[in-house]
């Protein structure tokens, strides 16, 4: 065997899976290739499938492996990220810590929404929730004492391994980093933060991002808010570019949900994202981490506010039940779908329904051909609503 030979044979073997997932509802399996502004190129039994960027909903790249540890303090970004750090420094209007994302990381001030030296989680972590959510026109540092939390407001002047300079008064006051439970700097206006994707690290952090590129072994970071960063594939969990193409029903709040209890009373009429047992969603031999379950005599309705374009489902009942239901699904009182749904189907119903400026999407569940909820779990998987 060729050296060249050996070599591609152990990068297949040390190459990272990946399963894409687009916005028609297919999945590609498989290894990437490279990806860049329009296409990703993917390794799959063989061949190269290209994906168009567009259609590109999430890409997931499981780890048979531990979940890498995590950093011993936390930057929040002011679009939402999250970054853990091992070392933070600032100095005038910049921001230099170490992350799993890259070696060292220079951040502008302005897009630093706060910092936690301190331990998570902690028996004060509402405390810091709520001083989170206040206003305020200075930077606090917070103190913890004993049981409680405490800020100090003036200007966070410099921050290194030992201390935390506050700026009060006219004067620099240093103290002691090992006492400071965190800062937050006081809100400035930074512009359009929005990011065309989220990055899900496998050590939890989280990473708005504007573009994402990879020549196969790496990925190549722009941050929304930051510089542009390259982190090795193997540290990615999750790639999310549906933001901006859709909405999932599971992240929508309902309405209104009536139901009507008969026989198993215990369980959720609607559950998001699980079964409502707390059960992973399955379709036959497919699981779903996205979608909806609804027990019989249940009816929901949730705001669509003319946002939207068509309705994306796949719908059956889920994997191990023996129920039936019949399912009408509706918007602005017009009926878009009449079905009855078994556990004899052979396939899941490929739902797509045309929402195009309806307001309000109404779903009913009731009895199948037996008049009974035993067994009633109607799962509609990757639930969707396109923009």
């Not at 998570?120 to 103190?143: A, F, G, Y």
């Not at 980093?177 to 359009?192: E, P, Q, W």
């Not at 990473?207 to 196969?216: F, R």
């Not at 797509?352 to 309000?360: H, I, M, P, R, T």
Request: aromatic fraction near 6%; hydrophobic fraction near 40%.
């Amino acid at each position: 065997m060729t050296p060249t030979a050996v070599t591609v044979l152990l990068a297949l073997a040390t190459a990272t899976p990946v399963e894409v997932s687009t916005i028609e509802g297919t999945r590609h399996t498989g290894t990437i290739v490279s990806a860049d502004l329009t296409t990703w190129k993917l390794e799959s039994k063989g061949e190269t499938v290209d994906v168009a960027l567009s259609s590109i909903l999430e890409a997931r790249l499981p780890s048979k492996g531990e979940a890498a540890a995590s950093s011993p303090h936390e930057i929040i970004l002011v679009d939402g990220s999250r970054m853990g750090s091992g070392s933070i420094q600032l100095s005038g209007e910049t921001v230099t810590m170490t992350a799993a994302a890259a070696d060292s990381i220079t951040l502008p001030r302005s897009s630093i929404g706060n910092i936690r030296f301190a331990e998570s989680p902690s028996s004060v972590d509402t405390q810091w929730t709520e001083l989170l959510s206040r206003e305020r026109r200075e930077d606090w540092l917070v103190i913890r004492k004993e049981e409680k939390l405490d800020f100090v407001p003036g200007v966070v002047s410099s921050i290194n391994d030992q201390h935390v300079s506050l700026l009060l008064d006219g004067e620099t006051v240093p103290v002691a980093r090992a006492n400071v439970f965190g800062v937050i700097l006081r809100h400035r206006g930074t512009g359009s933060t929005k990011a065309a994707g989220l990055v899900e690290l496998r050590n939890g952090d989280r990473l708005a991002v504007h573009t994402v590129t990879s020549n196969g072994t790496e990925f190549t970071l722009q941050l929304a808010v930051g510089p542009r960063v390259t982190i090795p594939i193997t540290s990615v969990r999750l790639i999310d570019f549906s933001s901006d193409k859709l909405t999932w029903l599971s992240s929508l709040k309902p309405r209104d949900i009536k139901h009507e209890f008969r026989f198993i009373e215990p369980a959720t009429p609607l559950q998001n994202d699980r079964d409502v047992w707390g059960e992973a969603l399955r379709l036959g031999n497919q699981s779903f981490t996205r979608g909806i379950c609804l027990r019989s005599k249940t009816i929901v309705q949730y705001r669509l506010n003319g946002d939207h374009s068509r309705f994306l489902a796949l719908m059956g009942i889920q994997h191990g039940y023996a129920g039936d239901v019949y399912v009408e699904i509706s918007a602005d009182g017009q009926k878009l779908l009449a079905e009855s749904v078994s556990p004899l189907d052979k396939e899941p119903f490929n739902v797509e329904l045309d929402v195009s400026g309806k307001f309000q999407l109404e779903i009913l569940v009731d009895y199948g051909t037996v008049q009974s909820d035993i067994g009633d779990h109607l799962v509609l998987a990757e639930a969707r609503l396109l923009k």
